[in-house]
């Protein structure tokens, strides 16, 4: 039986055929299926808190230190830059800690307008906080 394959070129090419369009066919299938969306949202949802938490550690380690330093307590523009810049490769580090690739996630366009998102989000929870106290 196996001679037979060996030795007839047209039926390896049609059995060859036959696989690719299997294995197409699982591919296309799986892709559609709820678990691959489910599996995109969740790297989604990982390099949106890989964002969060980059904002947070750059606040904790440059940016109070920054307000501390300055008399009137605000940022200049150019140590906002440096906090973004520090936001963002604190969350590619722990992005690629859980084996996400952050600008391939999020888009290499949008991460600057999601950082800028995350310190707005954050400045109204810390302002309603203070009302609240």
Do not use: H
């Not at 007839?8 to 709820?34: C, E, H, M, R, Y």
């Not at 995109?40 to 109070?64: H, I, M, N, P």
């Not at 230190?65 to 009137?72: Q, R, V």
């Amino acid at each position: 039986m196996f001679s037979f394959f060996s030795n007839n070129p047209d039926t390896i090419d049609a059995l060859t055929q036959l696989l690719l369009t299997v294995v197409a066919a699982v591919w296309t299938a799986f892709k559609g299926s709820d678990l691959w969306e489910r599996s995109k949202q969740s790297k989604v949802d990982k390099a949106l808190l890989a964002l969060e938490a980059g904002v947070q550690t750059s606040y904790e380690v440059y940016v109070r230190e920054c307000k501390l330093a300055n008399e009137d307590g605000k940022l200049t523009t150019q140590e906002r830059a440096n906090a973004r810049q520090r936001a963002i490769d604190a969350a590619k580090l722990y992005a690629s800690k859980e084996g996400i690739n952050l600008v391939e996630t999020l888009g290499a366009d949008y991460i600057t307008m999601l950082v800028e998102r995350v310190v707005r989000t954050n400045k109204a929870d810390a302002a309603i906080g203070d009302v609240n106290a």
